[in-house]
């Protein structure tokens, strides 16, 4: 199993001496991955009575592909992954290329993970269609691999339309892997179909259980073998007490996790320095 960190994308700030610092010490400390968040725009909840998102313009987020191509060039060992890039709401051969720059410059080590989100106000701003977003996130991840592989590319879809083109420079990954985050039965479908791995929002028990046995037979349907498809569950530091973090780390691998990350956000941790501390601890009981 491989070992990972959430960077705490809403909790670190602005300082880019405490972003190269946190993550040359989850590199520094053995992590395999460091995974960030992805949101353009928060909106303002109190201009729409009754909502209650889990972010909001109050939350802090740096920008995946800027944060990775900063840390490329600090880093030299850690696997760098969206979880997730809300895929939808981009051009699709722009995220080809950011991603593919990423990887050029981190040295083939960037894992992209997709989601179609759920915040309307970002598809609006960005000008994307926020009702089809499902749909579309499919032709996107056809039209992603195609870029990453082929120096030319001639493609004409429902929504995508390109001719005799293509990105320069290719991925050192060809393809770079696409993970899904998602929990509905037709994201199980699609990560069957297109996938090559899933971040269950789920703690591990009998429903996630329950949810992986499904991937497992529709993956089988898809003509595909499941044991090609990664799985990467989550520790919340905040929610379970030390003596649990091992237990918890041996229930995800029991389910048949590749990988699993750590959490440190909403912990009540109040400094960069705080969350270093909190996945050093985190790797000296758990992450062995």
Known sequence: MRFGVIFPQTEIGADPIAVRDYAQAAEGLGYDHLAAYDHVLGANPARRPGWRPPYTHKDSFHEP???FGYLAGLTRRIELTTQ???LPQRQTALVAKQAAAVDVLCGGRLRLGIG???NDVEYEALGENFKNRGRRSEEQIEVLRRLWTGELVTFHGAWHRITDAGLNPLPVQRPIPIWLGGG??????????????WFPLLQPDEKCRAMIEKLKTYTREAGRDPSTIGIEGRVLFGEAAPQAWSKV?????ELGATHVSLNTMKAGLTSPQAHIDAIRRFKQVAGN
């Open 65 to 67: 592909f800027v944060l």
């Open 116 to 118: 179609i989100g759920w």
């Open 84 to 86: 997730i890039i809300i």
């Open 249 to 253: 780390v041996a229930t995800w691998r």
């Open 184 to 197: 509905t039965d037709a994201v199980l479908r699609r990560i069957a179909r297109l996938g090559d791995g």
